[in-house]
């Protein structure tokens, strides 16, 4: 068995949070064992932490700690690593909703000596009909393609406690602790059956929010640790766009059009980060909220 602690962070989150720990005892193990599930809420001013509340009782593994003010995604991750017990950790946000085995599925491969971290396949609930429900579904099957053939870490992930924290300062949580382990000689793993839904941006204005401080993140951990994740490279993308293109007329046109939303909100983030502006405390887009699953 793979002991390891599940780490959940949460801003705001009543309307998912309930979801997800329901999600998480109900999890199917074999080869993993779930020994915690450490909730962390920083500056909540809704309900989340009564729905945590209400099922502290229900399971002895689920432990809450609260943040009273919110200090950053990294801040409350660098808290669960304090209290997490075992050695095999895995950070979940609370916007996400896992299908049945996706974290005995995420964690299972570090059982090889040689994997130091994995990551998930993110599949979104939003309506593919609509343009940016389209841009959605189109963008995380390009990280989908990308990981078949490298490694970018996303969403939900696994990795080996090798290190005591991540830069409190940075937007991208991922990205920072991917190069910490590669660095020291772990290989990483991509686990397209570890299936997590999330839901994207359904406004424009949310898509940049999100899109401009993960690029101005990605920026920073160039800078700071010297390290590019895969979806850095626009040639990588633009050849697997290219070999997958839709030509049918409004798919053809609505491709382009989002690829030129992404290359907005990556010059918006460009210019975020030349500006220093700081995203460790970041906007919440709002529509990426309240996920329903059918079937899942």
């Known amino acids: 068995m793979i002991p390891c602690s599940l780490g959940i962070t949460a801003h705001n989150e009543e309307a998912n949070i309930g979801k997800l720990l329901q999600r998480v005892l109900d999890q199917q193990f ?37 943040q009273e003010k919110r200090e950053g995604k990294a801040s409350a991750i660098n808290l669960f690593m304090q209290h997490a017990s075992e050695k095999v950790l895995v950070l979940c946000s609370a916007d996400l909703l896992p299908a049945g085995e996706a974290i005995e599925q995420l964690v299972a491969p570090l059982a090889d000596p040689e994997i130091g971290m994995t990551s998930c396949r993110p599949v979104p609930v939003n309506d593919p009909k609509t343009f940016m429900g389209f841009g959605v579904h189109l963008l995380w099957e390009l990280h989908h393609q990308i990981n078949l053939h490298g490694f970018k870490a996303g969403e939900m992930t696994a990795f080996r406690k090798v290190f005591e924290r991540i830069p409190y300062h940075t937007a991208v949580d991922e990205a920072s602790v991917e190069p910490v382990v590669r660095g020291q000689g772990y290989q990483v793993r991509y686990v397209p059956s570890a299936v997590v839904y999330n839901k994207g941006a359904e406004t424009v204005a949310d898509f940049l929010r999100q899109r401009r401080r993960i690029y101005a993140g990605h920026l920073d951990v160039k800078e700071m640790l010297g390290y590019s994740v895969a979806t850095m490279s626009g040639t990588r993308i633009l050849g697997l766009l290219l070999r997958n293109l839709d030509w049918r007329p409004r798919p053809f046109v609505w491709t382009w059009a989002f690829v030129g939303l992404e290359m907005y909100g990556r010059f918006l983030g460009w210019r975020d980060f030349k500006n ?21």
């Open 30 to 66: 074999e080869l993993v064992a779930l020994r915690e599930i450490i909730v962390v809420i920083s500056g909540c001013t809704d309900n989340t932490e009564a729905v945590v509340q209400s099922f502290l009782a229900r399971d002895p593994r689920i432990k809450l700690l609260v």
């Open 276 to 296: 220093r502006r700081d995203h460790t405390v970041w906007e919440i887009a709002e529509t990426t909220k309240e996920l329903e699953v059918k079937g899942g």
